[in-house]
């Protein structure tokens, strides 16, 4: 933790902020007054639920809200005696990744997919410090090192999609702090990352904000973290902010009804119960994937990369199995080969029946009772389609319902999880990344599966949707789940 004793004057100052969506005449308000200061050297923790506005306002400090549809209503965003909001384009330009740094939450998003690690590290560099290549791929592959990636000097060449989510997380994470900025922006930093690596980062970043005198804003859902990390602590609840304080105050009497709740909802691990006597839904053995490195002229097989190897388990229905590891270890390989995403070897059986050597027709009948959860909801989701097509889209393939029975089937599942029906009509970039979490979560339930196989860490869900997740649990005592 670092040291309370604060400056004179704050390295970032928001002052009774708010910004609303959509055009003329229909502007929805999204956050309301929100006033922060964040002082050097300090880490300041910005908590809620999905949706209460933090995204927003830690996008609003950078302007990097959706030009045309976003509006800054009213308010002040000062950054070391720069008006934010009057700056122009080449103005935010040196600050942003440079004076200013941002981890994203979704890292698939923000990575260049065609560019090679590399050379996105390289570039920001060479624009905010004109640092010469050699000298900035050194810098790049210790910084790579720093943030836990193994190899550095050959995941280097890589590109964004040959890296797991873990690893595509930590390079976002060096891309912000290479430059050595006055203040970071983290949006769900540790969201991909495993436990250990985790507190490896947490403590990288505490140390050099010591090092550096950074400010930090720091975005979180996970409750754990804003105790280790946060100077002060803010919460916020439907675009406003409901209560801030130092962090040991705020934990040990929150004075906010929505703070206490907050505090109070992580689910305690009770078990959900189940029979006994279920019968197996899902039997795996010797389950093998191996990806092919070529090489040589004629690009022939020189090696593997084992990324699963004798893998075995059985899934009984209304049972739920953990698979938990280091990214990189092949969970989510293991969960890919399970359902037909990737090509495999071994045995899977689905109730008595082997899925290895099904073609794509054959497996058809298995698609509405095997579902899947994504990682990143954002790729997964159609930006082009509304999330009521997103979610009903299961349903037209494989159910034939009257257009009513389908909305009314699409407006029962996002209560499940959550969500207004209301916000049915809108596309999936118009709403937070926990939000996107349950349209999908809402997409894989609507088809009432047999089988989940759900690609999501618990730190990237908000208190609200674990909850929401432990009883969806409960209410669909059948449903088996990976």
């Given at each position: 933790?670092?040291?309370n004793?604060?400056?004179?004057?704050?390295?970032?100052?928001?002052?009774?902020?708010?910004?609303?969506?959509?055009?003329?005449?229909?502007?929805?308000?999204?956050?309301?007054?929100v006033?922060l200061?964040?002082?050097?050297?300090?880490?300041?923790?910005?908590?809620?639920?999905?949706?209460?506005?933090?995204?927003?306002?830690a996008n609003?400090?950078?302007?990097?809200?959706?030009?045309?549809?976003?509006?800054?209503?009213?308010?002040?965003?000062?950054?070391?005696?720069?008006?934010?909001?009057?700056?122009?384009?080449?103005?935010?330009?040196?600050?942003?990744?440079?004076?200013?740094?941002?981890?994203?939450?979704?890292?698939?998003?923000?990575?260049?997919p065609?560019?090679?690690?590399?050379?996105?590290?390289?570039?920001?560099?060479?624009?905010?410090?004109?640092?010469?290549?050699?000298?900035?791929?050194?810098?790049?592959?210790?910084?790579?090192?720093?943030?836990?990636?193994?190899?550095?000097?050959?995941?280097?060449?890589?590109?964004?999609?040959?890296?797991?989510?873990g690893?595509?997380?930590?390079?976002?994470?060096?891309?912000?702090?290479?430059?050595?900025?006055?203040?970071?922006?983290?949006?769900?930093?540790?969201?991909?990352?495993d436990?250990?690596?985790?507190?490896?980062?947490?403590?990288?970043?505490?140390?050099?904000?010591?090092?550096?005198?950074?400010?930090?804003?720091?975005?979180?859902?996970d409750?754990?973290i804003?105790?280790?990390?946060?100077?002060?602590?803010?919460?916020?609840?439907?675009?406003?902010?409901?209560?801030?304080?130092?962090?040991?105050?705020?934990?040990?009497?929150?004075?906010?009804?929505?703070?206490?709740?907050?505090?109070?909802s992580?689910?305690?691990?009770?078990?959900?119960?189940?029979?006994?006597?279920?019968q197996?839904?899902?039997?795996?053995?010797?389950?093998?994937?191996?990806?092919?490195?070529?090489g040589?002229?004629?690009?022939?097989?020189?090696?593997?990369v084992?990324?699963?190897?004798?893998?075995?388990?059985?899934?009984?229905?209304?049972?739920?199995?953990?698979?938990?590891?280091e990214?990189?270890?092949?969970?989510?390989?293991?969960?890919?080969?399970?359902l037909?995403?990737?090509?495999?070897?071994?045995?899977?059986?689905?109730e008595?029946?082997?899925?290895?050597?099904?073609?794509?027709?054959?497996?058809?009948?298995?698609?509405s009772?095997m579902?899947?959860?994504?990682?990143?909801?954002?790729?997964?989701?159609?930006p082009?389609?509304?999330?009521?097509?997103?979610?009903?889209?299961?349903?037209?393939?494989?159910?034939q319902?009257?257009?009513?029975?389908?909305?009314q089937?699409?407006?029962?599942?996002?209560?499940?999880?959550?969500?207004?029906?209301?916000?049915?009509?809108?596309?999936?970039?118009?709403?937070?990344?926990?939000?996107?979490?349950?349209?999908?979560?809402?997409?894989?339930?609507?088809?009432?599966?047999?089988?989940?196989?759900?690609?999501?860490?618990q730190?990237?869900?908000?208190?609200?949707?674990?909850?929401?997740?432990?009883?969806?649990?409960?209410?669909?005592?059948?449903?088996?789940?990976?």
């Amino acid at each position: 933790m670092t040291s309370n004793t604060a400056p004179a004057s704050p390295v970032l100052t928001i002052d009774k902020l708010s910004v609303g969506f959509g055009r003329k005449k229909a502007i929805e308000q999204v956050t309301h007054d929100v006033s922060l200061e964040i002082y050097k050297g300090e880490t300041l923790a910005l908590v809620g639920e999905s949706g209460s506005g933090k995204s927003v306002t830690a996008n609003s400090i950078l302007k990097l809200l959706p030009k045309g549809s976003s509006h800054y209503l009213n308010g002040t965003i000062n950054f070391s005696g720069s008006d934010i909001l009057s700056c122009s384009e080449r103005q935010l330009r040196g600050i942003r990744g440079g004076r200013i740094g941002m981890i994203f939450q979704e890292p698939m998003v923000s990575l260049n997919p065609l560019h090679r690690i590399g050379k996105q590290l390289v570039e920001t560099l060479a624009i905010h410090r004109g640092m010469r290549t050699n000298k900035a791929q050194a810098l790049a592959i210790e910084w790579l090192s720093k943030v836990g990636i193994r190899y550095p000097e050959q995941k280097i060449s890589a590109y964004p999609h040959e890296l797991s989510g873990g690893e595509r997380q930590r390079v976002m994470i060096a891309m912000a702090l290479i430059n050595e900025p006055e203040l970071l922006i983290a949006d769900e930093p540790t969201t991909a990352l495993d436990v250990s690596v985790q507190a490896q980062i947490l403590d990288l970043l505490k140390d050099l904000q010591q090092e550096l005198g950074m400010a930090m804003l720091f975005i979180t859902h996970d409750l754990s973290i804003v105790r280790k990390i946060a100077d002060r602590v803010a919460v916020m609840k439907d675009g406003r902010l409901v209560e801030s304080n130092d962090c040991q105050t705020l934990f040990n009497a929150p004075a906010h009804p929505y703070t206490q709740k907050l505090i109070n909802s992580d689910p305690k691990g009770l078990p959900v119960p189940v029979s006994p006597d279920s019968q197996p839904l899902l039997d795996v053995n010797q389950l093998r994937v191996w990806f092919p490195i070529t090489g040589g002229l004629f690009k022939r097989t020189i090696s593997h990369v084992k990324a699963v190897t004798d893998m075995e388990f059985t899934l009984k229905k209304g049972h739920s199995i953990g698979l938990v590891g280091e990214s990189g270890s092949g969970k989510s390989t293991t969960g890919m080969a399970i359902l037909k995403l990737v090509e495999s070897e071994g045995l899977i059986t689905y109730e008595s029946e082997q899925l290895q050597g099904l073609n794509r027709q054959q497996m058809l009948p298995f698609r509405s009772r095997m579902q899947v959860v994504f990682q990143d909801p954002f790729s997964a989701l159609n930006p082009r389609m509304s999330v009521a097509q997103v979610i009903g889209e299961g349903l037209r393939v494989h159910q034939q319902l009257e257009e009513s029975e389908l909305d009314q089937r699409i407006c029962d599942v996002m209560k499940e999880v959550d969500l207004d029906p209301e916000t049915r009509h809108r596309f999936p970039n118009e709403f937070s990344g926990g939000q996107r979490q349950r349209i999908a979560i809402a997409r894989a339930l609507i088809l009432k599966p047999e089988f989940i196989d759900l690609f999501i860490r618990q730190n990237g869900a908000s208190s609200g949707l674990r909850l929401t997740q432990v009883t969806t649990r409960k209410v669909r005592s059948d449903l088996s789940v990976y």
